[in-house]
């Protein structure tokens, strides 16, 4: 006896099904000319595209990637609400990740935000990093990044937020990339900072900083004060005036205050000296070459460690056995007992004047430049 589920197929009755769907699949038929990729992005496919738009940058998208990448308005909504996947750093600016941002991060989404929506961001065409937040990168200490300053080109207009000081620029710069940020080069990040800084003694300290670090010459950086047109400020007038004359830190820059005030001889400041064999032997601070008396100046914060401490008494020794006299002091010495220092320096320069035997090293292609007529 067949039952009913052991019916043969030519003994059932037909199936009828609707129109356009086949025996082993229900979806309905894509219309010509459409595929399955061609339909609106799902969930998994917005991800993907959002990968690929941040790849480049730091996990980073800009509204206008995102879109352009396919993914809609509402998922970027969604996933950027409180406790979602990504976060909105700045206006249309977003970081697809759910930890803090470090200062990479932070510094790319300023251009980011910066940037034309249709232009790459990586290029440095329509947006670059500079000032302080550019110095940051470099590895310039103590210098505010926040608000981070980022050039666009004039005539265009940009409102600026707590964290971004959008700046329209007729010159626009030569661009580097740092840190896989565009930036300005060092020079003109220095001289950006220096125009919207009020501090006088964080001028001061920040532009001896980026000439310390080499990142650029006193002369390149005195052509692009010059060619900013901020010469005319005190502040920054007298910042350039100390770089030329050789001193490259703020501690430098105070001895010369004090030193300048007396009636001692003019030193040379960070000159390099030679042996007679043409070797070199150091850079002391100052240096005072017709008697041969050095004053070094020597930071606690560079002597925390045994080697470096070794270091500076073999700097000191070299010197020494060379037939300079040395001062040591340290800036807070200078700054709270400046006449403690220039009497030191006064006895030793009397001493030196009396010995029969000069000293043995020679400064050598070291001149006192001078930017400004009268100074120096």
């Not at 197929?9 to 010509?32: I, M």
């Not at 205050?257 to 150091?282: K, V």
């Amino acid at each position: 006896m067949i039952t009913p589920q052991q019916t043969p197929d030519h003994t059932r009755p037909p199936t009828h099904r609707p129109l356009g769907r086949t025996a082993t699949s229900r979806r309905p038929v894509q219309p010509a000319g459409r595929t399955a990729n061609d339909r609106r992005p799902g969930k998994a496919t917005g991800q993907a595209a959002a990968a690929h738009a941040a790849r480049r940058q730091f996990n980073l998208a800009t509204r206008h990637q995102l879109v352009s990448a396919g993914v809609p308005d509402g998922t970027i909504t969604s996933r950027t609400r409180p406790g979602g996947p990504w976060q909105r750093l700045l206006p249309r600016v977003y970081l697809l990740q759910t930890g803090p941002p470090d200062h990479r991060q932070r510094a790319l989404a300023a251009v980011l935000y910066a940037a034309e929506p249709a232009a790459d961001p990586l290029s440095g065409d329509t947006a670059v990093l500079t000032g302080g937040a550019a110095l940051a990168l470099l590895g310039i200490r103590d210098v505010p990044y926040t608000p981070a300053d980022v050039l666009v080109r004039a005539p265009r207009r940009l409102t600026g937020t707590p964290e971004v000081r959008p700046l329209a620029t007729a010159r626009w710069p030569r661009t580097i990339a740092v840190s896989g940020i565009p930036s300005t080069r060092p020079v003109r990040a220095a001289a950006d900072f220096a125009a919207r800084a009020e501090d006088p003694d964080r001028i001061r300290s920040t532009l001896a900083h980026v000439v310390q670090s080499g990142w650029c010459h006193p002369q390149d950086l005195h052509a692009e004060l010059r060619a900013a047109r901020l010469l005319t400020r005190p502040a920054i007038r007298a910042a350039a005036s100390e770089l030329v004359a050789g001193v490259r830190s703020i501690a430098e820059a105070l001895a010369r205050d004090t030193l300048t005030a007396t009636d001692l001889p003019t030193p040379l400041w960070n000159a390099r000296l030679y042996t007679p064999d043409g070797s070199f032997l150091a850079s002391p601070d100052a240096y005072w070459p017709d008697e041969g008396v050095a004053l070094e100046i020597d930071s606690a914060e560079y002597h925390y460690t045994r080697d470096a401490w070794h270091a500076t008494l073999l700097r000191r020794l070299r010197l020494e056995s060379h037939g300079i006299l040395v001062v040591s002091a340290t800036p807070s010495m200078i700054r709270d007992t400046p006449p403690q220092v220039i009497a030191a320096v006064r006895t030793l320069l009397a001493l030196a004047a009396t010995r029969p035997t000069p000293p043995t090293a020679q400064a050598r292609g070291h001149q006192q430049l001078q930017l400004f007529p009268g100074t120096g």
